[in-house]
């Protein structure tokens, strides 16, 4: 058979599920792999699925796709587009959109599966292939390893993956050491004293609080870190209050801190930690601000000798002008929990998704920021072709090169 991947591509990228919620995706991942005739599992960390591809003696090699989704209201006018709403972990109705790409993930990660499937006289080993959920909030793939999925299939010897960007089609993006920032997601709750909207003077307020503490974070990154050093502190939402003539008792802020390694991240922690509690003193606040950690990432770090092998290995298959070095990036990823965990190498790259000839009139004109929509946004939307077929033959290519 020859899975029909434009399709494929199509139906995930109008259905998108949130986080944990990834069932209906895993009913199509899973129909796809029945009709491979593969042996699989699925409902690892709750939503997510694992494959095995055994072709005898040799290396182990795992492959991570992500599954989830996102909540944004796509805008791209594609006639395939998302209208699908869900349910956020808060219980709020929001609309759910493949704003991150991880639909062509899974559809890239179905014909390289086919396609290792039909040369397997090419190649010898095992292949195990990771569908893994909740990407998105950082938990997918403890959650998979904390249900066993190194007792369920055999432990790997390298880990790889990639993730769509908004590079030109046609080009891979790979480098040694750090490729992506660690972050943390935390929550901020900021105590005032509620009362009406009339009578501010007897009231602490925390919308005021609120406001000053958003502006005070970032002078963390202006003015405390040295220009040569990557570090991101952003505040990503604010909510407080149900009414105009009400001022609150509380505010809460959810922030996302990035860098890009333990050292950095202590130091911007104990700044955003003080910030917050200053804020609160000089607002009169007469309860101490809570700050949680909802979630913590660790640096995606590439192994550099591997890397090195695969940057070879993609020259050869694709040109050297194909394959650059796309710097570090201050977005964070949970597959490198899997190579940790395993001990073992690992290599996550980026392949481009962007139209060339866009991106080419974009860089002429110094408006890529503008007119070149990147992951997260609602205008997101990978060329389907050649980025599709790029994306199988990337990892069909690093699958062969650490494959016996």
Same mark, same amino acid.
């Given at each position: 058979?020859?899975?029909?991947?434009?399709?494929?591509?199509?139906?995930?990228?109008?259905?998108?599920?949130?986080?944990?919620?990834?069932?209906?995706?895993?009913?199509?991942?899973?129909?796809?792999?029945?009709?491979?005739?593969?042996?699989?599992?699925?409902?690892?960390?709750?939503?997510?699925?694992?494959?095995?591809?055994?072709?005898?003696?040799?290396?182990?090699?795992?492959?991570?796709?992500?599954?989830?989704?996102?909540?944004?209201?796509?805008?791209?006018?594609?006639?395939?587009?998302?209208?699908?709403?869900?349910?956020?972990?808060?219980?709020?109705?929001?609309?759910?959109?493949?704003?991150?790409?991880?639909?062509?993930?899974?559809?890239?990660?179905?014909?390289?599966?086919?396609?290792?499937?039909?040369?397997?006289?090419?190649?010898?080993?095992?292949?195990?292939?990771?569908?893994?959920?909740?990407?998105?909030?950082?938990?997918?793939?403890?959650?998979?390893?904390?249900?066993?999925?190194?007792?369920?299939?055999?432990?790997?010897?390298?880990?790889?993956?990639?993730?769509?960007?908004?590079?030109?089609?046609?080009?891979?993006?790979?480098?040694?050491?750090?490729?992506?920032?660690?972050?943390?997601?935390?929550?901020?709750?900021?105590?005032?004293?509620?009362?009406?909207?009339?009578?501010?003077?007897?009231?602490?307020?925390?919308?005021?609080?609120?406001?000053?503490?958003?502006?005070?974070?970032?002078?963390?990154?202006?003015?405390?870190?040295?220009?040569?050093?990557?570090?991101?502190?952003?505040?990503?939402?604010?909510?407080?209050?149900?009414?105009?003539?009400?001022?609150?008792?509380?505010?809460?802020?959810?922030?996302?801190?990035?860098?890009?390694?333990?050292?950095?991240?202590?130091?911007?922690?104990?700044?955003?930690?003080?910030?917050?509690?200053?804020?609160?003193?000089?607002?009169?606040?007469?309860?101490?601000?809570?700050?949680?950690?909802?979630?913590?990432?660790?640096?995606?770090?590439?192994?550099?000798?591997?890397?090195?092998?695969?940057?070879?290995?993609?020259?050869?298959?694709?040109? =050297? #002008?194909? *394959?650059?070095?796309?710097?570090? !990036?201050? /977005?964070?990823? $949970?597959?490198?929990?899997? +190579? @940790? =965990? #395993?001990? *073992?190498?690992?290599?996550?790259? !980026?392949? /481009?998704?962007? $139209?060339?000839?866009?991106? +080419? @009139?974009?860089?002429?004109?110094?408006?890529?920021?503008?007119?070149?929509?990147?992951?997260?946004?609602?205008?997101? +939307?990978?060329?389907?072709?050649?980025?599709?077929?790029?994306?199988?033959?990337?990892?069909?290519?690093?699958?062969?090169?650490?494959?016996?």
């Amino acid at each position: 058979m020859t899975i029909d991947l434009d399709a494929l591509y199509t139906d995930l990228h109008r259905h998108p599920e949130l986080s944990f919620q990834e069932t209906r995706t895993a009913g199509v991942i899973t129909r796809h792999l029945d009709a491979l005739g593969l042996e699989y599992e699925e409902g690892i960390g709750k939503t997510g699925i694992a494959t095995v591809i055994r072709n005898g003696e040799g290396p182990v090699v795992w492959l991570r796709a992500d599954t989830d989704g996102l909540p944004v209201e796509e805008r791209t006018g594609l006639d395939y587009a998302s209208t699908v709403r869900g349910v956020d972990p808060a219980g709020l109705d929001v609309p759910v959109m493949h704003a991150c790409g991880h639909d062509m993930h899974i559809s890239a990660m179905i014909g390289a599966i086919e396609r290792l499937l039909h040369t397997h006289d090419e190649w010898q080993g095992t292949v195990v292939v990771v569908f893994q959920p909740a990407e998105e909030y950082g938990a997918g793939a403890q959650a998979m390893i904390a249900d066993g999925v190194f007792d369920r299939f055999p432990r790997p010897d390298i880990v790889l993956g990639q993730h769509v960007t908004p590079l030109p089609a046609g080009t891979i993006g790979v480098r040694s050491g750090t490729q992506m920032a660690a972050s943390d997601g935390l929550r901020v709750v900021l105590h005032g004293r509620g009362g009406h909207g009339s009578r501010p003077h007897s009231t602490i307020d925390p919308v005021v609080m609120a406001a000053a503490t958003v502006m005070r974070l970032q002078t963390i990154v202006s003015r405390e870190v040295d220009p040569r050093d990557v570090a991101v502190v952003t505040v990503g939402s604010i909510h407080a209050g149900l009414k105009n003539n009400i001022i609150p008792a509380e505010a809460t802020l959810e922030l996302s801190l990035r860098y890009p390694d333990e050292a950095a991240r202590e130091r911007i922690m104990q700044k955003v930690e003080r910030v917050v509690n200053a804020e609160a003193a000089a607002s009169g606040a007469d309860t101490t601000p809570v700050i949680t950690i909802d979630h913590s990432l660790p640096p995606t770090i590439n192994d550099v000798d591997s890397t090195n092998r695969l940057r070879s290995a993609f020259q050869k298959a694709f040109g =050297e #002008a194909a *394959v650059v070095d796309p710097g570090m !990036f201050t /977005g964070s990823e $949970d597959v490198s929990w899997f +190579a @940790r =965990e #395993a001990g *073992v190498p690992l290599v996550y790259w !980026f392949w /481009g998704g962007a $139209d060339p000839d866009l991106y +080419a @009139r974009a860089k002429a004109s110094g408006t890529i920021e503008r007119d070149v929509p990147t992951n997260h946004s609602p205008y997101f +939307a990978p060329v389907m072709q050649p980025t599709l077929a790029n994306g199988v033959e990337n990892l069909v290519v690093a699958a062969r090169e650490f494959l016996a």
